[in-house]
């Protein structure tokens, strides 16, 4: 039985699946992830970091690196509704496809007002409830081989 077989046998609850299977996500290197388990852990990390400061902290804390990603992940798992508002906050804040190295996030208050509306769009999604638990459930429930 594979990791993820197990928390999806151990909990009903989509929130206790995702949290089950990013305490295993978590200690891992990111270049040992399958495709699964760093969907999971971009989402997380945006999830995480947009849900405590907005996304202009989850920029300001390096997520202008991975936000095409993490995009990328919340299409592959199902989560169009949300991946559609990081898209938005990807385009208000003018973030290159491939971000360079030296890359300095410095919105203008402009952007960040910007930003500040879209966060509210996303603390209203539901997003534990409706759109992205359940989605990366289901994911899980169609790729138990990328949890193992």
Do not use: C
Not at 4 to 16: F, R
Not at 95 to 113: F, K, M
Not at 125 to 145: A, D
């Amino acid at each position: 039985m594979t990791y993820g077989e197990a928390a999806l046998a151990k909990h009903t609850d989509a929130w206790k699946v995702v949290s089950e299977v990013m305490k295993v996500v978590y200690g891992r290197d990111d270049q040992a992830l399958t495709p699964g388990e760093r969907h999971f852990g971009l989402i997380n990390r945006l999830i995480d970091e947009v849900s405590n400061g907005g996304f202009d902290q989850y920029f300001f804390n390096g997520g202008h690196a991975e936000v095409h990603a993490a995009r990328e992940s919340l299409v592959a798992v199902g989560a169009s509704r949300t991946a559609e508002l990081v898209k938005q906050a990807i385009t208000t804040a003018k973030l290159p496809v491939t971000v360079p190295e030296d890359y300095d996030y410095a919105p203008s208050d402009s952007q960040t007002s910007k930003l500040n509306q879209l966060d509210q769009q996303f603390y209203d999604m539901k997003l534990e409830s409706e759109e992205i638990y359940p989605r990366l459930v289901e994911y899980l429930q169609k790729h138990t081989g990328e949890f193992a």
